[in-house]
């Protein structure tokens, strides 16, 4: 396989702004940046990855197509009074002063030299981008600049067009296609007890719910929640795995407990946002002189500060079991959601015949290659073991570097999705499969 250079991940991001925004962007102006930003991946500081994020953007004219009202929490484009050139030493330091979460940098070549500086920063985008794209919220604002581009790791750059991943480079390899595992048949029919849970409680709050559209409903809520959950152990840069499992065997728990809060949430969160948007539905279609009873306005307002305390719930039930994850052993969860051990040891002893990838969404025959389970490292192959010990689980494993795979039994074969997408890059389609013929 060809390696990948920062200038073939140039190309992909050149050919998306042309594409997107009808916009030239100079080919070897990204390919200077990409190559520093590489460089940065590839250095420490003070023992660490320097982490940040970039974002291409004029400092003359930041905001070219500002909403006609600016809300308070949008972000904002502020300049350095002497802008800094672009060298890997000039931004591994900078980075100190930026987080992802919360600034970004703002680059762009100056108009006569050509040359890459440091304009300024722009605060208060990325939680904002960052929430949306990890879907912790449902509404924001679009990010600034023509593009943006993310040091998340040690030689991994992450490259972004507003809303639309472009792809990534890690470890000289360039991937532009995720999977959404967490929506493939396997995962589903192991979370199906838990999104039949939710979906009953939902059509209890709403009988006139079709029942497929519960079921999704309950999937997208169930798969979202574990997408934040995996994505906050990549944050901590430890590893870790998660075994969603209905057996008992094969698996030691250092640490014991039955921690059900994560499951209570999601069906919290989902029944009252549904009777938020039903209230909201209710007001919104009323003619406009039609008078509306205070007694209604206060029943709507209490309904939202209860999805409000709902999802805060889950945001804290979520922090306090990907954090599990950082004492050394898996988590061991029920199918139900509910966490009955940490720090686990798996005893399963016997590894799979074969271990295949897969190439689809739902790990086909066709479409997989078989892979070799001695490259992995010893938290892979333990699950491994387990998946192919017991075939009704899945193990969600991070690794030290930030790698997410799902492994789950397909058809009798252990199979392995790498590069699974964990975001809403692209957003959560409308005609995802109903889990419940996913069984």
Not at 71 to 94: I, N, Y
Request: hydrophobic share 40%; charged share 25%; proline share 6%.
């Amino acid at each position: 396989m060809k390696r990948a250079a920062p200038s073939d991940l140039a190309k992909l991001v050149t050919g998306t702004v042309r594409q997107l925004h009808g916009r030239r962007v100079s080919n070897d102006r990204v390919t200077e940046l990409l190559e520093v930003l590489y460089a940065v991946s590839l250095s420490t500081d003070e023992g660490a990855t320097p982490l940040c994020d970039i974002v291409w953007l004029d400092p003359n004219n930041p905001d070219p197509k500002a909403p006609p009202y600016i809300r308070c929490d949008r972000w904002v484009f502020t300049a350095l009074e002497t802008p800094v050139p672009l060298t890997a030493r000039e931004l591994t330091k900078l980075s100190r002063a930026s987080d992802p979460r919360s600034s970004w940098l703002v680059v762009y070549p100056r108009r006569k030299s050509r040359k890459m500086f440091i304009w300024g920063l722009i605060d208060q985008a990325g939680s904002n981008f960052v929430s949306m794209r990890t879907y912790a919220s449902s509404s924001g604002y679009a990010p600034p600049g023509l593009f943006q581009v993310s040091v998340t790791g040690l030689g991994r750059l992450e490259a972004y067009a507003g809303f639309d991943r472009i792809a990534s480079l890690y470890n000289q390899e360039l991937r532009r296609d995720q999977l959404d595992a967490l929506w493939s048949r396997p995962t589903l029919s192991a979370l199906l007890p838990v999104v039949q849970l939710v979906a009953n409680r939902l059509r209890l709050s709403a009988p006139m719910l079709r029942n497929n559209v519960a079921r999704i409903g309950a999937a997208a809520a169930v798969v979202e929640t574990l997408s934040r959950i995996l994505q906050r152990i990549r944050s901590f840069r430890h590893g870790g795995c998660v075994l969603i499992t209905p057996s008992k065997r094969y698996v030691r728990p250092k640490y014991r407990l039955v921690y059900s809060r994560l499951r209570d949430a999601i069906v919290h969160t989902t029944t009252r946002q549904l009777a938020e948007d039903m209230e909201y539905r209710r007001f919104r279609f009323l003619p406009s002189e039609t008078p509306v009873a205070a007694e209604a306005v206060t029943k709507h307002r209490s309904t939202v500060v209860q999805t409000e305390d709902a999802r805060s719930e889950r945001e804290g039930a979520e922090w306090f079991v990907s954090l599990l994850t950082r004492v050394d052993g898996a988590v061991v969860v029920t199918p139900e959601l509910v966490v009955v051990g940490y720090g686990a040891e798996i005893t399963a002893r016997c590894p799979p015949d074969k271990l295949w990838q897969a190439r689809d969404l739902n790990g086909t025959s066709q479409r997989a290659r078989v892979m070799d389970y001695e490259h992995f490292g010893t938290r892979h192959r333990s699950a491994m073991r387990y998946v192919a010990t017991v075939p009704r689980a899945i193990a969600l494993v991070v690794s030290q570097d930030g790698d997410v795979r799902v492994i789950a039994n397909v058809m009798g074969r252990t199979t392995v999705w790498e590069n699974v997408k964990l975001g809403s890059e692209e957003f959560v389609a409308d005609d995802r499969a109903d889990p419940a013929r996913t069984a």
